[in-house]
């Protein structure tokens, strides 16, 4: 079975503290990325990687940064929390970029008081 | 302004009753479209994918159209379910790694 893994579900953080999030992902996908999701704006994109080490900005990249260093593994990264970063963060997965189905993770709800 | 349009935002519905939930997009040149279901807490999973000279897809009691010349999609949910209640996503594809997707409708199935 496809799996997406989210390192933790519920997080509860303080202005100016770094937040990593971590997003595992076991089908050898080549494709992977990062969304946050808010009530009545949909998922908008944060960055995303074609393969290992290979990072590219999404459509809301600022105050976030990530790193993919193996393939499975794809980190979301914010370097001084702010309480507009409060939201649900979604991680995906996918095959290469002619497979356009996207696999999940279970969400992080992040609230930065 | 998005791109990907979808109405209503909620509804409730009975269970065993049928409901239609439309996708309207501007997205240009289109490549390929999705629903997908996100259960309460959970991420979202796709139902189905539909390509341009596609006008009709089934997934059991799920049934989505599209007409790419008037860039609107509906998906059909047929004898709801209490399992049905979740938020339907709609995701359109417009390059190779390029995606916009709608801000969602709840669907609500009551007893």
């Known amino acids: 079975d496809v799996k997406v893994t989210q390192s933790s579900r519920y997080l509860v953080k303080r202005t100016g503290e770094k937040v990593f999030l971590e997003c595992v992902q076991d089908?050898?996908?080549?494709?992977m990325f990062w969304y946050r999701q808010d009530p009545g704006l949909g998922l908008r994109l944060i960055y995303f990687s074609y393969d290992v080490k290979m990072k590219e900005k999404g459509d809301i990249p600022e105050g976030y940064s990530v790193s993919r260093e193996k393939k499975e593994r794809f980190s979301l990264i914010l370097e001084s929390a702010s309480t507009n970063q409060t939201s649900m963060y979604l991680c995906?997965?996918?095959?290469?970029?002619?497979?356009?189905?996207?696999?999940f993770g279970e969400g992080s709800r992040l609230t930065v008081l | 302004k998005n791109q990907v349009e979808q109405s209503p935002q909620s509804l409730i519905i009975l269970e065993g009753k049928n409901c239609t939930l439309q996708?309207?997009?501007?997205?240009?040149?289109?490549?390929?479209l999705r629903w997908y279901k996100q259960d309460t807490g959970r991420g979202p999973v796709s139902l189905t994918i539909m390509t341009f000279s596609e006008n009709t897809k089934s997934n059991g009691r799920y049934t989505a159209t599209l007409d790419a010349d008037t860039k609107q999609s509906s998906l059909h949910i047929t004898a709801s379910q209490l399992s049905d209640s979740a938020s339907y996503i709609c995701?359109?594809?417009?390059?190779?790694?390029?995606?916009?997707f709608g801000a969602g409708t709840t669907v609500t199935v009551r007893a």
């Open positions: 089908m050898d996908h080549e494709n």
């Open positions: 995701v359109v594809s417009f390059n190779d790694y390029k995606l916009s």
């Open positions: 995906a997965s996918r095959p290469d970029r002619n497979t356009g189905e996207l696999f």
């Open positions: 996708c309207n997009y501007t997205v240009s040149p289109f490549s390929n």
